[in-house]
């Protein structure tokens, strides 16, 4: 198969698995799974991807196996976050205010555009998967090293934030230690340079600057549209916010500044 084949194919699966979850999300009446099944998607791409291409290289097994290292944690982690609290209140406030359109909206707005951001965040793996020929070269090793760095970042900061809010001591306090004293969102950067890494070890192969797209996609939804502003919004309602904000990075981690 040639680059476009696997590109449209892998469209397609993407399609076919957000479409099954929304009849399972209609059966659940729960529209959370949608954030469950993110990371598995992209698993789901890196496999079929993978297979469609029958190659092997150490190049597609190393990609296979950040994507999959990436995915069931994430996964993992958002189910046992939500499991036995019901629909996530942004859904349920969706399925108040859609009403009678709620069933359409919900198939093409939370699960066709999350599926379509998903394909186009996933094409250097693609690229990958279909144009990997050779040995390892330098610029993989440095591609996993700043994924291995974003993954710490992402895996550590969810961690103390599960901590932070498993304690009912902490509830209205704004948490500002560990990772999240040098930035606001350091499991968004994480995941961020995690993507920036697989796009470094796409620059391997020849062509491949146009999956840059990847990285810049998951970069633009969390800096600009449903990542930190959404967050950013609901946390402002903290009387501890404003003080913390001032004094802490947004996004890159960043020692904070010094009381004026």
């Not at 084949?5 to 099954?20: F, H, N, P």
């Not at 470094?200 to 502003?229: D, E, H, K, Q, R």
């Amino acid at each position: 198969m040639d680059t476009s084949e696997v590109i449209i194919l892998s469209g397609a699966i993407i399609l076919i698995y957000m479409s099954a979850l929304f009849f399972v999300a209609l059966r659940l009446k729960d529209n959370s799974i949608a954030d469950i099944a993110w990371g598995p998607g992209f698993i789901l791409v890196a496999v079929t991807t993978f297979l469609m291409t029958n190659d092997f290289a150490l190049r597609q097994i190393l990609v296979l196996s950040l994507v999959m290292i990436w995915g069931f944690r994430l996964a993992k982690r958002i189910y046992r976050r939500n499991r036995g609290k019901g629909e996530d209140p942004r859904y349920q406030k969706w399925r108040e205010e859609w009403g009678s359109s709620f069933l359409i909206r919900s198939y093409l707005q939370i699960f066709i555009l999350q599926g379509f951001f998903m394909w186009l965040i996933s094409m250097p793996v693609v690229y990958i998967m279909v144009a990997s020929t050779g040995s390892l070269g330098w610029l993989d090793f440095v591609g996993t090293a700043i994924w291995g760095t974003g993954f710490f970042f992402e895996a550590t900061a969810d961690k103390q934030l599960d901590c932070f809010l498993s304690d009912k001591s902490n509830r209205g306090k704004i948490l500002d230690r560990g990772l999240w004293r040098y930035s606001r969102h350091p499991n968004y950067f994480g995941e961020v340079i995690q993507w920036w890494g697989i796009f470094i070890v796409a620059l391997n192969l020849s062509g491949a600057w146009w999956t840059v797209i990847g990285p810049l996609t998951i970069t633009g939804l969390i800096l600009f549209v449903s990542g930190i502003p959404l967050l950013e919004k609901s946390m402002k309602q903290n009387p501890g916010f404003q003080d913390y904000a001032k004094r802490t990075s947004v996004f890159i981690p960043m020692l904070p500044k010094k009381p004026v």
